[in-house]
């Protein structure tokens, strides 16, 4: 049996990701990091253990801050995979904690590269690196393909072109098979309540119950490529499994603002939403009540700001024959039906 390890297994493509090794019948060690409470809420239905199909669940205590933690899990399970998820994600909150991103984000990446290569795991273990789109930054092309020239805008995306280039490094110098998945904004029911997609789905489904009143809201007119994380992680799935190891953008190819995603959000729940205003004054009414459910809160600007991403994955579709087989619209299905249950069940 294969073992996986993965890193930011708690987080939204963990948990898609840990089920999708399962299912192929790996030993998967999901790593946890050290928390007054538990973080497992995304695999609270998963038990640990062998599993009805004969693979097997393990968590490990491990933190991409700490290199032993990192080499005593590479040395106790010499896993055949690696992929390494984990990170300090949110790109806004990057520019409050830039050190600590750094360190996490950038220098984790090369903690994990260094213990494979310590363990004497370089010729046997496959490392997946969670790139991202935001790497293109001010983008110098459209859309952005695995050739266009990186231009990072936040201290979350300069460590995670740290990252990137360690990893092709580790590659090119220790012949690690090490790929970078350069993956564009992938959203679900699992993702953080604090980034653009589930914040409008929860917060809109909470006020169409009366639970809140409106969603304060940055830069609507930035625009992003949202596809679905379960077709993402079967894109990372794929590029471990191939015969020489490569860098691939997963996009959709199809981009949308982050107003457009509020709009049809609300107008799904049966609103009737008009702006008036301009700027920070604007504001997002619904005709139905008169009431003002959406407002413009500067807090959520970034000191700067990625205005465009949308990807080419071209080389994804002919090399990995992989597909993003979610539209946007099932994944705005896919979120709502989670969310109004979820309020639902607050009332
Ligand atoms: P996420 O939901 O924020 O999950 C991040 C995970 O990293 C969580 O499991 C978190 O653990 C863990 N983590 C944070 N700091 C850690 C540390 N010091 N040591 C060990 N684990 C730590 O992120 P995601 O959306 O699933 O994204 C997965 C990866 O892909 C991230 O690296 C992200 O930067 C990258 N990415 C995401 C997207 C996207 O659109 N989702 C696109 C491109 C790239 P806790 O649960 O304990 O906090
Ligand atoms: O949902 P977001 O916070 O995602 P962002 O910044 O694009 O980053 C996500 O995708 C990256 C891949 O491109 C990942 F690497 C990264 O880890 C993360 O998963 O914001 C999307 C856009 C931004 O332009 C932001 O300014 O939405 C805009 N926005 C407008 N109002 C908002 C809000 N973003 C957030 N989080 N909250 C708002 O109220």
């Given at each position: ?10 987080g ?41 199909n004969?693979?097997e ?51 984790g ?8 290569r310590q ?16 790497l ?8 952005q393909r695995?050739t ?12 995670k ?25 992938h ?8 980034f ?6 929860r ?16 830069n ?41 995603f ?15 205003g ?17 407002e ?52």
């Amino acid at each position: 049996m294969k073992t996986s390890l993965v890193t930011g297994a708690t987080g939204q493509d963990g948990s898609y990701l840990v089920r999708k090794l399962l299912s192929e019948g790996r030993r998967v060690c999901a790593m946890l990091r050290c928390s007054s409470t538990p973080h497992t809420a995304r695999l609270a239905d998963l038990t640990p253990g062998v599993q009805a199909n004969g693979s097997e669940l393990i968590y490990v205590l491990g933190d991409l801050g700490d290199s032993a933690s990192l080499l005593r899990i590479l040395e106790e399970y010499r896993p055949e995979e690696v992929y390494n998820l984990a990170a300090q994600s949110d790109v806004r909150r990057s520019f409050d904690v830039p050190e600590y991103t750094g360190e996490i984000d950038a220098l984790g990446a090369l903690r994990l590269l260094e213990g494979i290569r310590q363990t004497g795991l370089a010729s046997t273990t496959r490392y997946y690196q969670a790139s991202t789109s935001e790497l293109f930054g001010e983008v110098r092309e459209k859309p952005q393909r695995e050739t266009t020239p990186f231009a990072p805008r936040s201290p979350y995306a300069i460590a995670k072109l740290y990252a990137y280039w360690t990893t092709v490094n580790y590659r090119e110098a220790y012949g690690v098979f090490a790929c970078n998945g350069i993956l564009f904004n992938h959203e679900s029911p699992m993702r953080g309540e604090n980034f653009v997609t589930r914040k409008i789905t929860r917060g809109a489904t909470r006020i169409r119950l009366g639970l809140q009143d409106k969603l304060r809201m940055g830069n609507l007119d930035a625009r992003r490529d949202w596809g679905h994380a379960e077709d993402y992680v079967e894109g990372m799935y794929l590029m471990l499994q191939q015969s020489t190891p490569d860098d691939y953008i997963l996009a959709t190819g199809e981009e949308h603002s982050a107003r457009e995603f509020l709009e049809l959000v609300f107008s799904r729940l049966d609103f009737q939403l008009e702006w008036e205003g301009s700027g920070v004054n604007e504001r997002g009414i619904d005709r139905k009540s008169g009431k003002t459910v959406v407002e413009i809160d500067p807090t959520f600007f970034r000191p700067t700001e990625v205005n465009y991403l949308c990807g080419d994955a071209t080389k994804a579709r002919e090399k990995l024959q992989w597909r993003a087989r979610h539209s946007f619209d099932d994944l705005i299905d896919d979120m709502l039906r989670h969310d109004m249950a979820l309020a639902e069940s607050e009332r």
